[in-house]
C-alpha cells in the first residue's frame, strides 16, 4: 500500500480532534479538517500554509529520500573507504606487531645467551683460581710428606744400627757412634693451612636486571579520526594551477667538489642540501655559496639524504647499514640495519620516516615506515602476496611521499612508479606514456608537489634529458625538457613549487617554474 494514502487514513485533525486531516499547515506543522481551516487562519500572529496532506507527505517523502542519497553518498565515497583504511592498517599492524614480537624475543634470547657466556667465563675464571690454590696446597703436602718419609726412614736405620752396637763386643764400633737424638727431637714442621672458601654474593635480582637491560614502555593511545566532507562545489585540495607549455629556468646553483651529483633536498626556499659521488653533504644557498658541509660517518658516498620536518638532515649508510641524523656538528645513529641494506629515504608529514631497502642477499626489496627509531609498518608485497617492488642489481630507488599520504616509488630496474596507498594497498604501476615503449622508462629522482603530482626523472635514454609529470591517480600530464636540463637525477619542489633538480653529469642543480 501507498505510505502517503494509508498514513491518510489514520490521521485526525489536530482542532477538532475527530474528522480525518486531509490538510497540513506547513507554518504550523498542523493537521486540519476541511471545517477546521478557517478557524486555523483566524489566528493571525502567522502567515499559514495550509497544503493538502498528499502534497506534504509527497514533499517529505521526497525530501527523506534526498537524505537517504546524501547518507548512501557520504557512506560510498567518504565513510566507507576510511573504514577499510582502518581495518587495512589493522591487519598491517597485526602483522607488524607479530614481528616485532619475535623480534623482541629474538633479541631477548640473544642477550640471556650473552649474559650465559659472561656467567660461563666467570665460572672458568674461577675454577682456575680453585685450581691454582688445589696446586699449591697439594705441592705442600707433598713436601712435608716427603721430609717426614725421610726422616722415618732414618729413624728406623739408627735403631738397627743401636741394637747391632748393644750386642756387640767391638769397641772400635761403639766409640764411633755418633748420637742423632738431637736432631730427631726436631719433629717435623706441622703444616696449617688455612682453606680458602667461596663467599658467594647474593644475588640482587634488581641489579641482574639492570644488567640484563630493560624494556622501554608499551605505549597504547587511540587517536580520534576525522574528516571533512566537502561543501557542494567546493574542492578540498588547493586550487589547481595550470602547468606551463614550456617550463621555465630560473637559476643555475653550481656546486663544487662532487664529480657526480646525485641527491638535493630543500631544507628552505633558499637553501638546499646535495649529495653526489664523495662523503661530503653540502648545504647551499641560492648563489651556489656553501654554507655548510658534513662528512659520513662511515666516510662513504650517502646512498640518499632527505630534510626532516624539524629542519634536520638524515641520510642512509650502505657502508654500516644505519640511517643517521645531522643536528649542527652532530651525528646520531637513529637505526641500524640488520641483513638488510638501506637505498631512498623520505621524511612524511607526520614526521615518519620512511626508508627503502634491499635485502643482503639482494633477493628482497621493501618500505619500512620507522617512528624515530621505532618501526611501525612493512610494505613488501601486495594483495596477492607478490614483491611490490623488484630486486637485484645495483639501481637505487628512491621514494617520495604524495599530499595524499600515498607512497611513491622510482623502481627503475622494474622500468614503473610503483604508487601504494597509506596502508600499503597497492593503487598503480606507472610505466611511461602509452606511445612509451616497453623497456625504455627507467625512473630514478622522484618528489610530489602540492598539487598531489609526481614528478620523476627518466635516466632511460640520458640524451631525452626530461621529467614525467603525473598526476595522484598515475595519468600522464607531460614531460619537462626544452628547458636546458642535462642528465637530472635528484629531484625536491619546495613551498612554491619551483622544482630543484640535480644534475648528475654538470654538477650542477636547477630551480625550475613549471606552474603558471
Known amino acids: 500500500m501507498d505510505p502517503r494514502y494509508s498514513a491518510q487514513d489514520v490521521v485526525r485533525c489536530a482542532l477538532c480532534r475527530d474528522a480525518v486531516a486531509p490538510l497540513y499547515c506547513n507554518v504550523c506543522h498542523t493537521h486540519l479538517c476541511g471545517d477546521c481551516v478557517e478557524k486555523h487562519f483566524s489566528d493571525k500572529s502567522k ?12 514533499t517529505d517523502f521526497e525530501s527523506k529520500r534526498e537524505v537517504l542519497r546524501r547518507d548512501l553518498q557520504e557512506l560510498e565515497k567518504y565513510i566507507f573507504p576510511k573504514y577499510q583504511e582502518s581495518a587495512a592498517i589493522i591487519k598491517t599492524q ?13 633479541e631477548l634470547n640473544k642477550q640471556g645467551e650473552a649474559l650465559h657466556r659472561e656467567i660461563h667465563t666467570i665460572i672458568q675464571r674461577k675454577q682456575a683460581e680453585i685450581n691454582e690454590m688445589n696446586a699449591q696446597h697439594l705441592a705442600a703436602i707433598e713436601k712435608q710428606e716427603g721430609e717426614t718419609n725421610k726422616a722415618l ?59 640484563f637491560g630493560s624494556l622501554s614502555p608499551l605505549s597504547i593511545e587511540t587517536e580520534e579520526q576525522g574528516y571533512t566532507v566537502p561543501s557542494p562545489g ?29 641527491d638535493v ?59 643517521n641524523l645531522v643536528s649542527g656538528t652532530q651525528i646520531q645513529t637513529l637505526i641500524t640495519l640488520r641483513g638488510w641494506i638501506p637505498r631512498g629515504l623520505c621524511s612524511t608529514s607526520s614526521g615518519d620516516l620512511l626508508v627503502i631497502m634491499k635485502s643482503d642477499d639482494y633477493k628482497q626489496t621493501k618500505v619500512v615506515r620507522y617512528s624515530g627509531s621505532t618501526e611501525k609498518q612493512t610494505i613488501q608485497r601486495d594483495d596477492q602476496g607478490k614483491p611490490l617492488y623488484s630486486s637485484g642489481g645495483f639501481y637505487i630507488k628512491y621514494l617520495s611521499e604524495n599530499r595524499n599520504s600515498d607512497i611513491c616509488v622510482a623502481d627503475c630496474r622494474a622500468g614503473a612508479v610503483v604508487v601504494v596507498s597509506a596502508a600499503g594497498k597497492l593503487r598503480f604501476r606507472y610505466t611511461g606514456p602509452p606511445s612509451t615503449p616497453g623497456g625504455s622508462f627507467c625512473p630514478y629522482g622522484i618528489t610530489t608537489d602540492s598539487q598531489a603530482n609526481i614528478l620523476t626523472s627518466d635516466t632511460s635514454d640520458w640524451w631525452n634529458h626530461r621529467i614525467h609529470i603525473i598526476d595522484q591517480d598515475g595519468l600522464f600530464l607531460r614531460y619537462l625538457h626544452n628547458c636546458g636540463l642535462q642528465y637530472p637525477r635528484g629531484l625536491c619542489v619546495d613551498s612554491q613549487d619551483y622544482l630543484f633538480v640535480a644534475e648528475e653529469n654538470t654538477g650542477k642543480v636547477k630551480k625550475l617554474q613549471y606552474y603558471k
Open 47 to 58: 502567515v499559514h500554509n495550509v497544503v493538502p496532506l498528499e502534497q506534504f507527505l509527497s
Open 94 to 106: 597485526k602483522t607488524d606487531q607479530l614481528k616485532h614480537s619475535q623480534k623482541l624475543t629474538s
Open 153 to 211: 726412614h732414618e729413624i728406623k736405620q739408627v735403631i738397627q744400627d743401636l741394637k747391632s752396637l748393644l750386642e756387640t763386643s767391638d769397641v772400635g764400633l761403639v766409640s764411633k757412634y755418633r748420637s742423632r737424638i738431637a736432631e730427631f727431637r726436631k719433629l717435623p714442621h706441622k703444616l696449617k693451612i688455612s682453606l680458602p672458601n667461596l663467599l658467594p654474593q647474593k644475588i640482587n635480582r634488581e641489579e641482574l636486571l639492570k644488567q
Open 234 to 262: 567546493a574542492e578540498s585540495s588547493p586550487p589547481a594551477r595550470p602547468l606551463l607549455d614550456v617550463p621555465r629556468l630560473i637559476t643555475d646553483i653550481p656546486t663544487t667538489g662532487y664529480r657526480y651529483l646525485y
Open 265 to 323: 633536498s630543500c631544507l628552505s626556499d633558499e637553501e638546499i642540501w646535495t649529495s653526489g659521488g664523495n662523503q661530503i653533504m653540502k648545504l647551499f644557498n641560492l648563489k651556489g655559496e656553501l654554507l655548510k658541509s658534513v662528512q659520513t660517518k662511515s666516510g662513504r658516498t650517502p646512498e640518499d639524504i632527505a630534510v626532516t620536518r624539524s629542519g634536520g638532515l638524515v641520510y642512509a649508510d650502505f657502508e654500516d647499514r644505519s640511517i
